[in-house]
């Protein structure tokens, strides 16, 4: 069975920094990488919406609100998908969500979620 746990979301202050780990179980990187990888977030009466994704060739995206505060990685040894937060506001304030995606035939999977809250 094929899960995405979250750990890492954590009470920072504004300006500090966490990162946050995706571990995926049922599959390995090494024989299953997945297509894509993201992260979301969805703050409170908040539709959710992307912050960072990686795919199979490694390449990154992310939007304007993060972009040079965020990065994303990947360790295919440990099949775990890594958000660095740095600088962090608070509207980046939000449950963070790991996702991914095989296609192929097509399967998504969803983590459970973890608080990020940003707070002086």
């Known amino acids: 069975q094929v899960q995405l746990v979250e750990t890492g979301g954590d009470l920072v202050q504004p300006g500090g920094s966490l990162r946050l780990s995706c571990a995926a179980s049922?599959?390995?990187?090494?024989?299953?990488?997945?297509?894509?990888m993201r992260w979301y977030r969805q703050a409170p009466g908040k539709e959710r919406e992307l912050v960072a994704q990686i795919n199979r060739g490694n390449n990154v995206h992310y939007p304007d609100s993060v972009k040079d505060r965020f990065t994303i990685s990947r360790d295919i040894s440990k099949s775990t998908v890594y958000l660095q937060m740095n600088s962090l506001k608070f509207e980046d304030t939000a449950v963070y969500y790991c996702?991914?995606?095989?296609?192929?035939?097509?399967?998504?999977?969803w983590g459970q979620g973890t608080q990020v809250t940003v707070s002086s």
């Open positions: 996702y991914c995606q095989f296609t192929r035939p097509l399967r998504e999977y």
């Open positions: 049922g599959f390995t990187f090494i024989y299953d990488l997945p297509n894509i």
